[in-house]
């Protein structure tokens, strides 16, 4: 191995000391080379050889061969990445040279009774296995009326001719009266036809008025005009009276009020003209602490103390009428929406008997139209 660091001695003319360096200065630099030398010097005086490590040496070389693998070359069905040094080895895809491990196929059937394999039982290399169905122990064959029996895997497993079971002796057909259907020839015991006529409607025809998708088979009937298909138009009336309902073709229903009507749910009307009376029914007995009905006409009272009632919202025209009946004591009725108030609720108190009071709802106030002896506050 190469050593850095010599020291060279300079050696002048013999018996000169000119371009000679003195004696002390030569010692020091052969010590200095003799100090490198030992430094450098290799530690390693053995070398054995490991697998596949040939070594071999002379007095002034070592030689190391490898005496392993010195290149890999790629075989049928293998990708190398290089001939030496660090090498990649893959198996090509395709063809049968994928990438698995396996060296060997076997089938086997898992029962002998339902299958048969030839042409195992290992396929090393190359090969075909043949695979069949086992004999189900049933013959081949045409059979009449058979006995079958079939196992879990749907094999027919036997097989044998068997005999007619049934026992009908007589077939005939039967035809509802009514239904247009005429039939002869049966009932038949043996042999023989039986004839199925029909005698109701064979054939449909358009008239005036009306088409039809066709003559016979399933046919569609309708109307050609467009006046819709209603049959009948009439009139009924709990309240009114009606004449000359239903109509079927043409003519005129004539509608009446009756001499006297009863309405028991809410009537609207922008402008009535009534002759006669107008009787408004329905009334109450408003208890203590109750809210005033404001589907019926009237709430009337009588306290045994001083007693209290509400009277909510009403509907814009609408009229309600209180009057005292007995005087145990004041009735108060606190009103929503008061007429008499600029805003919020008021009060009515009744103090007597015969005290009463009419009130009309008029554009979202009760206002009161009528009075006798009831104190508004």
């Not at 189900?136 to 079939?150: C, L």
């Not at 008025?209 to 399933?218: K, L, R, T």
């Not at 009020?257 to 029914?281: C, E, M, Y």
């Amino acid at each position: 191995m190469s050593i850095s660091g010599k020291q060279t001695i300079n050696i002048g003319l013999p018996n000169e000391s000119t371009g000679s360096d003195p004696i002390r200065t030569a010692f020091i630099k052969t010590q200095t080379n003799f100090d490198n030398l030992f430094a450098n010097a290799s530690p390693y005086n053995t070398f054995n050889a490991g697998a596949g490590i040939g070594v071999s040496n002379t007095s002034t070389a070592v030689t190391i061969t490898n005496t392993g693998v010195t290149s890999i070359v790629a075989g049928t069905g293998v990708t190398i990445s290089g001939a030496n040094g660090a090498v990649t080895i893959s198996a090509n895809a395709g063809g049968g040279n994928g990438g698995g491990t396996v060296t060997r196929v076997g089938l086997v059937p898992a029962d002998v009774t339902r299958l048969t394999v030839t042409g195992g039982p290992n396929i090393v290399s190359s090969g075909t296995f043949t695979v069949d169905l086992a004999a189900s122990g049933a013959t081949a064959g045409t059979y009449t009326n058979p006995n079958v029996t079939i196992d879990t895997y749907g094999r027919v497993t036997s097989i044998a001719n068997g005999t007619i079971a049934g026992t009908v002796t007589s077939v005939g057909l039967v035809s509802p009266s009514g239904s247009g259907i005429q039939i002869s020839g049966g009932p038949i015991t043996s042999n023989g036809n039986i004839t199925v006529t029909n005698t109701g409607v064979v054939r449909v025809t358009a008239g005036e008025g009306i088409a039809v998708s066709s003559g016979n088979g399933s046919v569609t009937i309708s109307a050609t005009s467009t006046g819709g298909t209603v049959t009948s138009v009439g009139i009924t009336s709990s309240q009114l009276t009606v004449s000359g309902s239903p109509i079927v073709g043409s003519g005129v229903i004539t509608v009446n009020l009756p001499s006297s009507v009863t309405f028991a749910n809410t009537v609207t009307s922008a402008n009535s003209a009534i002759s006669g009376r107008l009787l408004l029914s329905g009334s109450e007995d408003i208890a203590s602490g109750a809210a005033a009905n404001l589907l019926l006409d009237t709430s009337y009272f009588t306290t045994t103390t001083a007693e209290t009632a509400t009277l909510a919202a009403g509907t814009a025209g609408q009229v309600k009428k209180f009057a005292m009946f007995g005087d145990g004591g004041d009735m108060v009725i606190t009103v929503t929406n008061a007429g008499w108030k600029t805003s919020g609720t008021g009060t009515m108190t009744f103090d007597t008997i015969g005290d009463a009071c009419t009130l009309q709802y008029i554009n979202n106030k009760w206002f009161c139209i009528g009075n006798n002896g009831v104190t508004f506050a």
